[in-house]
């Protein structure tokens, strides 16, 4: 049997989701998929439901790179309720702990902050999606059962004050891939000398994408049903912006050709290392390409071109 060909448009690009509280990710990209009409599409780093905020989803051919937004630094804005800790970590859990609130101010808070900046390692909740012997962690700790986790190496950018009250503190966190939100709050907390959960969380920015040029589910649909396809094809990014902190190398219509073949090609004034954006003359994107150690630069992941 031939392979099914894939059904919806053969439409590409990058759409800026605001996602919405109380849905998943996953159904928030089938929603924006089955909006697009696309024959594929994926999203870059789950928020959990209680979570809103950014959430970028690649379509058509633009899905080759999604996972290079997966290791993207992210931004967020989080709320913390002081004196109360859940199983989750968040308000979605049951109260395991409550605990007094010490008297701080602004600046001993500021304080605390300051010693989470950097580098550090981090153990991961067990509600977390990461998998020991094939199992995710969350459904282990549904069971009631708690494993030993591996601590990961995590960086936290800044971590900003944004408001605090008598049982709540609101900051802003720029920081790297893989850092659970939940477990830096917990963590800050128990620095204070108390516990905490997570009563609010909003992704801001993943990597060069911010949440001020984001579309929420309810404008899209509305830009659909008032101009049609065309008006929401107009939302969409070009598939490049995902990898745009990258160099780009212009090859020429001959460099082009053999490239497509999968061969390396000579360019000259082509960065010496690491990975590139290959366009054909100025704007024609091609896709993803590594300089090999003798200079040369190699295809590693080409788009369709119609």
């Known amino acids: 049997m031939g392979r099914r060909k894939a059904k919806g448009r053969d439409i590409s690009g990058v759409f800026l989701l605001d996602k919405p509280t109380g849905i998943t990710s996953n159904a928030a990209l089938q929603k924006v998929k089955y909006l697009y009409k696309a024959n594929k599409a994926g999203h870059t780093g789950s928020l959990d439901p209680i979570a809103s905020g950014l959430l970028p989803i690649c379509i058509g051919e633009a899905t080759k790179f999604s996972h290079y937004l997966l290791d993207a630094d992210k931004r967020y804005q989080v709320e913390a309720r002081l004196g109360v800790k859940t199983t989750t970590g968040d308000i979605e859990g049951e109260v395991v702990e409550t605990a007094d609130i010490p008297e701080f101010d602004q600046d001993g808070l500021k304080s605390v902050l300051s010693g989470f900046l950097g580098k550090q390692e981090q153990i991961p909740p067990m509600h977390s999606a990461i998998k020991q012997n094939g199992q995710p962690l969350y459904k282990l700790a549904r069971q009631g059962i708690s494993v030993e986790r591996k601590s990961r190496e995590i960086v936290i950018y800044e971590l900003n004050l944004l408001a605090t009250s008598e049982n709540s503190i609101t900051l802003d966190v720029k920081c790297s891939k893989g850092t659970y939100i939940r477990t830096l709050v917990e963590d800050i907390a128990h620095a204070l000398g108390t516990c905490a959960h997570v009563t609010l969380l909003r992704r801001t920015q993943v990597g060069d994408f911010d949440i001020e040029n984001s579309v929420t589910l309810e404008r899209l649909e509305e830009t659909l049903a008032g101009s049609g396809l065309t008006g929401i094809d107009e939302m969409l990014l070009p598939s490049e912006t995902a990898i745009a902190d990258w160099p780009g190398v212009n090859l ?30 100025d704007d024609n994107f091609l896709g993803v390409g590594c300089i090999l150690d003798d200079g040369r630069v190699a295809p590693k992941r080409l788009i369709k071109v119609a």
């Open 252 to 281: 020429s219509e001959d460099a082009a050709y053999y490239l497509r073949q999968g061969q390396a090609v000579l360019v000259p004034k082509a960065p010496t290392q690491g990975l590139v954006r290959l366009y054909e003359g």
